[in-house]
């Protein structure tokens, strides 16, 4: 049928345009493909993926094999071209892996190795495989398995490639309709169930060239090689020993041409990788074609890798056994490294296919061995951590060049830390001689001030680790010229190669904290000790816990990398041992007195603020505080007013430091001190003024007669009672000049300040008193020397004006001193180098009230000025306690007033401070019960303690001592339905 196109109207070309003509055909008819034109189809597509197979893909028109399988596909042949894709391949693979068995055999054949095989499944098989022990061309064999699996693979990826291309149109459409595995897909899965998981016993290729290629018949069942766990000894178990026997050369550096070898297992680690990925997924595989293709052999192989197939092949054949392995390695070389007589430890690595493979043959004596090739012996513990440090980083290593997933890097670094690290933690901590705890006994050690018993420990401590040592002097407080604080950096390097090793399994940094605690106890129990049996005085024992902080505060911070619960474990540590007592307060105070009399004495302000901190460093240690602050304070007013502080900047530097630990309350005394001694000294200016302005250059008063008839000068320190120590000391007899000048101050200051009242404290003066003794034998010049004495003493020496020789009761009765401050004073003016009295009894101490005192004439001094030195209370008490014998009644009344002060060294809590504890704690329960009004016992004994820690720390027996002091004065009472619960009475 045609038709012409005419066109309406007049057109350009006048009309003579010849007219267009159309031609309509009819429709083609349709016709179905049938089952021989579908196979004759496929038989032009199977020859093509032989012959890509052949490698000879460039002969191909891709083009036209895609249009015969988009055909196959649209004329509902699918299923046709999907079985015959899968037997084709099948063919293929089956040929390569009975390539690849053959060869192994022949391999096993050549290097003189046994492949058992047959029925008896309680024989286990035994693959003899090199370990690096053996001829050169025995190990370039085992790996040509290896090499052939890995270029085989290489080639069916290739080939699978193109085949994908060829059947694109069958992965869109028939494919997800069915539920198949994608082509690509297909052929690894077939690559994994033919070759990889292909038995030992089937070398078979099975091909039929007769038909084509296409298999219809059933193939003779191959004998199947069966181990002792009745599981088939595939071709993937073996070439999975093989990964494992070449990783295990390369971590004993015996691998030849290493980065070939390793290239070569990362190329098949990748295999398995895309393996696993292509089994993943809920597809109703081919297995009846794989079985129909595949003969008895393979019908067998997929009976015993069923319960496999649920597994990803990567992790069943790979992954378990190179992990077992590598836990295997590291336990057995760890403990050899560590113990004695361990030089035949044999390395077994198994598989999942259970095939036990013994690594090293014959050599696995040495497999053990260091790199130099000697025996493996035990090692040191700091050889041990750089050994394990360079395992550590050859695995990672091992794991980026072989490109594993990071779930297998993370499992293996967790093995590889737990066996060399964890399993052996305490033991590389408590090993003698080297260990942590050995390390930290050296470092602790070094040669410093404070513990006798520190330092002949530290005598024996040896070294730990051996080789050289490199020290370094720091700065350690106190007077810098004869103190310094040594800190081994070497030593504390090695400490922190260790720490850095245990710090990859955080459990395990636990041992070395522990082992930092118990070192820090021990070193602080050894100081405590010795100031219980009076080896050093308070200060040397103060010095040592500086240089003990300083020395553990560089392990925690160099070492430990400041890690906090170090730094915790350290401080829990300190206050451990320091706060068994009262005697660390005392100490610490009695070292600051040392420091700000003499110790900063022209230092900079950068040393002062330095030292300084370093105390404040230990007073947070204290949890005594309020013993801290009675002896600082009692130190610093006799500072104040003896006028002994080497710098007033460093004594309100200390204050200011102070207020900020603890709060005003804590230092409002201490600041009211200095201010109180301000305001002396403005009085004293105008005292001073005052007497100028009388022009009496001659006293009016009888009582001067003693002093020339001249007044005697006095400087009057005027205190607020409240701020400074209570000195609950009656006053002494003073001598009839010094009393009349007192007399007049007191008129002048009444009359100045109404209101007020003064209290004399005689005990806390000084006096300077002129002796005048007679010529030396040969001269007639009388001697004069200017003495800087106490008031005590002045009181004592004016009485020889008079007389030359008086008792002891005599002096007591008419001066009024204590008892204890009479002997430690009379002692101190007997001292050999100060014998300005001679005093009756033999050796130092007082024998009793009828001891003798006389003047000595033949006193002598080099200086005209001469400051008279007080013996210290406990040399005055032992003095006195070796001459008393005889007098019960003194030695007793002295005892009992030391008990009441402040004594130092001391390791009790002094009363005024447990009487203050009493008054601070019934306060802070009122004020919680007066806001809280109803509360337990626990919660109220929780918030005391909280309000109180800034002070001291309440035991909970004191506590309830006080609430039930409370109760009985009717501040508390109990609630009638719990007795455990307390009320407020308003």
């Known amino acids: 049928m045609s038709f012409n196109n005419r066109s309406n109207g007049n057109n350009n070309n006048g009309g003579n345009q010849k007219s267009a003509s159309y031609a309509i055909k009819p429709f083609r008819s ?178 039929d060239e007769a038909s084509g290629g296409l298999i219809h018949h059933a193939m003779p069942a191959a004998v199947a090689v069966v181990n002792n766990n009745n599981s088939l000894t595939t071709l993937g178990n073996v070439a999975s020993t093989l990964l494992l026997q070449v990783i295990h050369q390369d971590r004993l550096d015996r691998l030849d041409d290493a980065p070939q070898r390793m290239a070569l297992l990362r190329s098949l680690v990748q295999m398995l990788l895309e393996l696993a990925h292509a089994s993943n997924g809920a597809y109703a595989d081919a297995a009846s074609s794989f079985r129909r293709g595949g003969g008895g052999a393979a019908a067998a192989a997929a009976a015993a890798s069923n319960s496999g197939n649920n597994m990803p092949v990567y992790e069943r054949d790979f992954e378990e056994a190179f992990l077992g392995e590598s836990q295997d390695f590291y336990r057995v070389e760890s403990t050899s490294r560590l113990s004695h007589g361990i030089s035949s430890e044999t390395t077994n690595i198994s598989g999942s296919s259970g095939s036990s493979n013994n690594m090293g043959g014959a050599n696995t004596n040495n497999d053990n061995d260091d790199d130099d090739g000697k025996p493996a012996a035990k090692y040191s513990a700091m050889e041990y951590v750089h050994r394990a440090q360079s395992r550590l980083q050859e695995e990672l290593v091992r794991a980026s060049t072989l490109d594993l997933p990071a779930s297998t890097r993370a499992a293996l670094l967790r093995i590889v830390e737990t066996e060399l690290i964890e399993r052996h933690a305490r033991t590389l901590v408590e090993m003698e001689g080297s260990g942590f705890a050995s390390i930290l006994k050296v470092v602790a050690s070094s040669p410093a001030f404070g513990s006798v018993a520190a330092a002949s420990a530290a005598g024996g401590g040896g070294s730990g680790g051996g080789g050289s040592s490199r020290m370094m002097m720091m700065p350690a407080g106190g007077n810098s010229s004869e103190s310094s604080v040594v800190i081994d950096h070497e030593r504390i390097k090695d400490l922190a190669s260790m720490y850095e090793l245990f710090s990859r399994v955080p459990s395990s940094v636990n041992h070395l904290r522990d082992a930092l605690s118990e070192r820090i106890k021990i070193d602080g129990r050894a100081l405590v000790k010795d100031q219980e049996n009076n080896v050093a005085p308070p200060a040397a024992f103060v010095k040592g816990i500086l240089a003990m902080r300083e020395r553990f505060h560089a392990v925690v911070t160099d070492a430990m990398k400041g890690e906090k619960k170090a730094q915790k474990r350290m401080k829990e540590s300190f206050e451990d041992f320091l706060n068994a007592d009262a005697r660390a307060a005392n100490c610490l105070a009695v070292y600051v007195d040392e420091l700000l009399r003499v110790g900063l004495r022209g230092a900079d302000e950068r040393k002062v603020s330095a030292e300084l901190d370093r105390v404040i460093v230990i007073f947070r240690y204290l949890s005594d505080k309020d013993v801290f602050e009675a002896y600082y304070k009692n130190h610093l007013a006799k500072r104040l007013l003896g006028n002994k502080s080497g710098s007033e900047e460093a004594e309100r530097a200390m204050v200011s430091l102070l207020k900020a630990e603890c709060g005003y309350q804590f230092t409002s005394k201490l600041e009211g001190m200095f201010n109180d001694m301000r305001i002396s000294k403005e009085t004293a200016e105008k005292y001073r003024s005052h007497k100028k302005s009388l022009n009496n250059a001659v006293s009016n008063d009888t009582r001067d007669a003693e002093n020339g008839g001249k007044p005697v000068d006095v400087e009057v320190s005027v205190l607020t009672t409240g701020y400074w120590p209570s000195q609950n000391v009656a006053p ?181 401070v447990e009487e203050d504890r009493r008054h601070l704690l019934e306060a802070a329960i009122v004020r919680i019960m007066k806001a809280r009004k109803v509360l337990n016992h626990n919660d109220l004994v929780a918030e005391v303690t909280r309000q109180l820690s800034g002070r001291f720390l309440p035991p909970p027996q004191f506590v309830k001592k006080r609430v039930e002091s409370l109760i009985e004065r009717e501040y508390l009472e109990r609630d009638e339905a719990d007795r455990r619960v307390y009320r407020y009475m308003a």
């Open 732 to 912: 002494c007899i003073l001598p009839p000049a010094v009393k009349a000048a007192m007399d007049r101050f007191q008129k002048y200051y009444l009359n100045t300040y109404t209101g007020r009242k003064l209290s004399w404290q005689t005990s806390t003066g000084s006096a300077e008193i002129r002796a005048t003794l007679p010529p030396q034998k040969g001269s007639s010049k009388t001697r004069r020397h200017d003495l800087s004495v106490t008031t005590y003493q002045m009181c004592i020496l004016v009485l020889f004006n008079t007389r030359d020789s008086l008792t002891l009761k005599q002096i007591r009765d008419e001066t009024n001193i204590p008892e204890d401050e009479l002997r430690r004073h009379l002692v101190s003016l007997c001292t050999p180098k100060h014998r300005i009295l001679r005093k009756g009894s033999k050796g130092k101490g007082i024998s009793g009230d009828d001891d003798t005192f006389t003047y000595n004439a033949d006193y002598t001094s080099k200086m005209t000025r001469v400051k008279v030195p007080m013996v210290s209370m406990r040399d005055a008490s032992s003095a006195s306690a070796g001459g008393a014998k005889g007098n019960g009644s003194a030695s007793a009344a002295g005892g009992a007033s030391k008990s009441a002060g402040l004594v130092d060294g001391s390791a009790s809590v002094p009363l005024s």
């Open 30 to 207: 349709y016709s179905q493909m049938d089952q021989t034109s579908a196979l004759t189809t496929f038989q032009s597509l199977a020859s093509a993926m032989d012959e890509i197979h052949n490698r000879n893909a460039s002969t191909l028109s891709f083009e036209e094999l895609y249009r015969n399988a988009y055909n196959l596909v649209l004329h509902k042949h699918g299923n046709l071209l999907y079985e015959g894709i899968t037997e084709r391949l099948t063919v293929h693979l089956r040929r390569c892996g009975g390539r690849l068995v053959r060869l192994q055999r022949d391999i096993h054949s050549g290097s003189g190795g046994v492949l058992k095989s047959g029925g008896d499944a309680s024989k286990k098989t035994n693959l003899a495989i090199g370990s690096g022990g053996g001829s050169g061309s025995d190990s370039l064999l085992q790996y040509r398995l290896l090499e052939e699996l890995s270029k085989a693979w290489t080639e069916h990826r290739i080939t699978m490639v193109m085949v994908r291309d060829i059947f694109m149109y069958m992965d869109r459409t028939y494919v997800p309709q069915q539920r198949k595995r994608p082509v690509y897909d297909l052929g690894l899965w077939l690559f994994r169930r033919v070759v990889w998981e292909r038995s030992m016993g089937d070398d078979e290729d099975c091909i």
